[in-house]
Structure formats: structure tokens, C-alpha cells
């Protein structure tokens, strides 16, 4: 099954109001320096799709909280170790709802979420 429960990490810090391209540098530098496939910004709350150069399924999700200062890396307990393809991504953003959670990153750290294409993210604990 493709998606399902999620998995939200944060995994680096940055000072909360510093310029995107200065966190994002930050990001890509503890990543070994991924190509950017997708970048989708809103005003709290920012989300890269970062690849492998030259590896179509090695996508991953991180979401950044512009307010608080907090990258996030974002996985779903679905069985696909490898990473995402573009199209994949795709369906989690358009058939999944995700950019909702995207809009308002502190929801990540709050609740659990499972996602499920047709649905919108659904709240398993907490709440946002």
C-alpha cells in the first residue's frame, strides 16, 4: 500500500525567521547535497522533495516550520525503503491531501497522521 501512517522527524534546527535559501542550504548540506525535484513554499511552512542526481526512486520528503525553525523529514510506514519517485510524490500532493499538513507544519509534531489517496490526512493522536 503506498502511504498510510506517518512518520514525522525533526532533524535539524535552524534560528526561526532565518532567510529560506540560508535553511535550506543547511538542509542540503547534512543530505550530502541532494537536487532539489520539488520546492512548494507557503508562509509557514516549506516543502522539498529531495533525489538522488540520476536516481528516480530515491525521493524524500522534508517539511520545514518557517515559524519554529524545524526541518522535518517526513516517511510513511508503506513498505518503500528506497525512497519516492516523482509521480509517486504526485499522488501524495494531489490525490493525499498532504500540502494541508504543509500549510501548518507545527501539525506534523502534534498529532500522528495516516494518509490514504482520495482522503484527506487523517488525525490518529493528538490534534492540531
Same mark, same amino acid.
Given at each position: 500500500? +503506498?502511504?498510510?501512517?506517518?512518520?514525522?522527524r525533526p532533524? +535539524? /534546527?535552524?534560528?526561526?525567521?532565518?532567510?529560506l535559501?540560508?535553511?535550506?542550504a543547511?538542509? +542540503?548540506?547534512?543530505?550530502?547535497? @541532494?537536487?532539489?525535484?520539488?520546492?512548494? *513554499?507557503? @508562509?509557514?511552512?516549506?516543502?522539498?522533495?529531495?533525489?538522488? &542526481? =540520476?536516481?528516480?526512486r %530515491? =525521493?524524500?520528503?522534508?517539511?520545514?516550520?518557517?515559524?519554529?525553525?524545524i526541518?522535518?523529514?517526513v516517511?510513511? *510506514?508503506? *513498505?518503500?525503503?528506497?525512497?519516492y %519517485?516523482?509521480?509517486e510524490?504526485?499522488v501524495?500532493?494531489? /490525490?493525499?491531501?498532504? +500540502? /494541508?499538513?504543509?500549510?501548518n &507544519?507545527?501539525?506534523?509534531?502534534? %498529532?500522528?497522521?495516516?494518509?490514504? &489517496?482520495?482522503?484527506? &490526512? *487523517?488525525?490518529?493522536?493528538?490534534?492540531?
Amino acid at each position: 500500500m +503506498l502511504f498510510g501512517r506517518m512518520d514525522v522527524r525533526p532533524i +535539524l /534546527r535552524c534560528d526561526a525567521g532565518k532567510e529560506l535559501e540560508v535553511a535550506v542550504a543547511e538542509l +542540503l548540506a547534512v543530505g550530502d547535497y @541532494p537536487e532539489i525535484a520539488r520546492w512548494i *513554499q507557503f @508562509p509557514r511552512g516549506l516543502m522539498l522533495f529531495l533525489m538522488v &542526481p =540520476g536516481d528516480t526512486r %530515491s =525521493g524524500a520528503v522534508y517539511v520545514y516550520d518557517r515559524c519554529d525553525g524545524i526541518w522535518y523529514f517526513v516517511d510513511f *510506514q508503506d *513498505q518503500n525503503y528506497g525512497g519516492y %519517485s516523482l509521480a509517486e510524490l504526485d499522488v501524495l500532493l494531489d /490525490r493525499c491531501y498532504f +500540502l /494541508r499538513l504543509v500549510e501548518n &507544519p507545527r501539525c506534523l509534531g502534534r %498529532s500522528e497522521w495516516f494518509l490514504t &489517496p482520495g482522503q484527506a &490526512p *487523517q488525525a490518529v493522536a493528538g490534534r492540531c
